[in-house]
T-cell receptor, first 113, second 114 residues
Framework: DVKVTQSSRYLVKRTGEKVFLECVQDMDHENMFWYRQDPGLGLRLIYFSYDVKMKEKGDIPEGYSVSREKKERFSLILESASTNQTSMYLC????????????FGEGSWLTVV | AQSVTQLGSHVSVSEGALVLLRCNYSSSVPPYLFWYVQYPNQGLQLLLKYTTGATLVKGINGFEAEFKKSETSFHLTKPSAHMSDAAEYFCAVSDTLGYSTLTFGKGTMLLVSP
């Protein structure tokens, strides 16, 4: 079975802290994604990566960075967390070509206080 | 740029009634189309997708959707709702070339009453 695992389901962080959200996939997928989900806004793409050390900005990259040192792992970094980054974060992965199914992890609920 | 419009943030049906969730897209060329479902406190699960071939696509849990190019629509239907169908449903589009990034609609919450 396909598996995308997000390391933390629930996190509470303080304003200004550096936050790492980790994601691992076991399907040898080329593409990995970070989405943010907010009520009434749907899912919005933060960053994606199509290969190790490669990254592309999505629709809302401001305030975030990413790291992909190994094919199976994709990290989302909040350099200085702010309260408006309180949200649900979803990691996903897929094979390279468009049309392939994108598989999602169960999400990480981040609260910034 | 692509965009997706889901009509109705909430749709309520009775158990056994027809489910119809509407999705319209905007794209310069016909895209690939997807429906995902999200149950409470879970990630998204693929229901069905249209890439090529037959425009009527069948998915899991008895759902189906029809790609209508002339109407730029990809509505999701199920003949008879079940209580377990209560969830949030997302329509999404992607380009047909290159990476498989998805652009999502804002979601429709399906409420099923006994």
């Amino acid at each position: 079975d396909v598996k995308v695992t997000q390391s933390s389901r629930y996190l509470v962080k303080r304003t200004g802290e550096k936050v790492f959200l980790e994601c691992v996939q076991d399907m040898d997928h080329e593409n990995m994604f970070w989405y943010r989900q907010d009520p009434g806004l749907g899912l919005r793409l933060i960053y994606f990566s199509y290969d190790v050390k490669m990254k592309e900005k999505g629709d809302i990259p401001e305030g975030y960075s990413v790291s992909r040192e190994k094919k199976e792992r994709f990290s989302l970094i909040l350099e200085s967390a702010s309260t408006n980054q309180t949200s649900m974060y979803l990691c996903a992965s897929s094979l390279y070509r468009a049309g392939n199914t994108i598989y999602f992890g169960e999400g990480s609920w981040l609260t910034v206080v | 740029a692509q965009s997706v419009t889901q009509l109705g943030s909430h749709v309520s049906v009775s158990e056994g009634a027809l489910v119809l969730l509407r999705c319209n897209y905007s794209s310069s060329v016909p895209p690939y189309l997807f429906w995902y479902v999200q149950y409470p406190n879970q990630g998204l699960q693929l229901l069905l997708k249209y890439t090529t071939g037959a425009t009527l696509v069948k998915g899991i849990n008895g759902f189906e959707a029809e790609f209508k190019k002339s109407e730029t629509s990809f509505h999701l239907t199920k003949p008879s709702a079940h209580m377990s169908d209560a969830a949030e449903y997302f329509c999404a589009v992607s380009d047909t070339l290159g990476y498989s990034t998805l652009t999502f609609g804002k979601g429709t919450m399906l409420l099923v009453s006994p």
